[in-house]
C-alpha cells in the first residue's frame, strides 16, 4: 500500500515564507506532485519532482529526497491569496493509479 | 476552449436512490480518474480508466459504478449500495505520457443526501 503525510496546518504572514512538508511511503515510485486547492475550488498543479533536487516555478519551489521518502512545497513572498490547502502526490509505479495526501491548510494572516 | 467539465454543480439524492455524475473532456486525453473529498480531507480514488472500454478500482470503489465508452466521457454512478454518499466528487484527466505527471481537474460536484 502507499500513504502520504503532511502537516494538517500551517499559518504564515504576508511577504514570508513557508514549507510544507510530505513524507511518502510507497510500494513503487514515479515522482510527487504538489497541488493547491482554494475552498470550495478543484485542486490546481503547482510542480512536481521525479528526480531529487529542487525544481522552482517562480514563487513556488519543491524538492525531492528520494533516499528519504521525503519532499518539501516552499513559497515564498506569501501573498493572501496563497491561503489555500496544499496536496501532495505520488503516482503508483505499477499504473496510473494517483494517492494523495491528506492536505496541508495554509493561513496567510495580514 | 479546452478543459473538464462536471455537471451538475449542485446534486440531490433520496435514500435508495441511484444518480449519475457527468464527466466531460475535450483535452484529448487517453486517462480519467474520479476522486471523492470529504470536507477538511484529502482526495481518494474511486475508479480511473486509460483507455477507452477499460477501467480500474480505485481505493473507495464499493457503492460505485463507472463507464468509458467514449475517450471524452467518463460518467460515475453512485448507487444505492454507497450508504454514505455526502462528498464533493472531483473528475480529473491526464495524457497517457506527460513529463510532469499533471492531472487537470473538473470543478466538481457536491452530492447530498435527502
Known amino acids: 500500500g502507499q500513504s502520504l503525510e503532511q502537516p494538517s496546518e500551517v499559518t504564515a504572514v504576508e511577504g514570508a515564507i513557508v514549507q510544507i512538508n510530505c513524507t511518502y511511503q510507497?510500494?513503487?515510485?514515479?515522482?510527487l506532485s504538489w497541488y493547491q486547492q482554494h475552498d470550495g475550488g478543484a485542486p490546481t498543479f503547482l510542480s512536481y519532482?521525479?528526480?531529487?533536487g529542487l525544481e522552482e516555478t517562480g514563487r513556488f519551489s519543491s524538492f525531492l529526497s528520494r533516499s528519504d521518502s521525503y519532499g518539501y512545497l516552499l513559497l515564498q513572498e506569501l501573498q493572501m491569496k496563497d491561503s489555500a490547502s496544499y496536496f501532495c502526490?505520488?503516482?503508483?509505479?505499477?499504473?496510473?493509479?494517483?494517492?494523495f495526501g491528506p492536505g496541508t491548510r495554509l493561513s496567510v494572516l495580514p | 476552449d479546452g478543459g473538464i467539465t462536471q455537471s451538475p454543480k449542485y446534486l440531490f439524492r433520496k435514500e435508495g436512490q441511484n444518480v449519475t455524475l457527468s464527466c466531460e473532456q475535450n483535452?484529448?486525453?487517453?486517462?480519467m480518474y474520479w476522486y471523492r473529498q470529504d470536507p477538511g480531507q484529502g482526495l481518494r480514488l474511486i475508479y480511473y480508466?486509460?483507455?477507452?472500454?477499460?477501467?480500474q478500482k480505485g481505493d473507495i470503489a464499493e457503492g460505485y459504478s463507472v463507464s468509458r465508452e467514449k475517450k471524452e466521457s467518463f460518467p460515475l454512478t453512485v448507487t444505492s449500495a454507497q450508504k454514505n454518499p455526502t462528498a464533493f466528487y472531483l473528475c480529473?484527466?491526464?495524457?497517457?505520457?506527460?513529463?510532469?505527471?499533471?492531472?487537470?481537474f473538473g470543478p466538481g460536484t457536491r452530492l447530498l443526501v435527502l
Open positions: 480529473a484527466s491526464k495524457p497517457r505520457v506527460t513529463p510532469q505527471e499533471t492531472q487537470y
Open positions: 502526490a505520488v503516482r503508483d509505479n505499477y499504473g496510473q493509479n494517483f494517492v
Open positions: 510507497t510500494s513503487g515510485f514515479y515522482g
Open positions: 480508466s486509460q483507455i477507452v472500454n477499460d477501467f
Open positions: 483535452l484529448n486525453h487517453d486517462a
Open positions: 519532482n521525479a528526480l531529487d
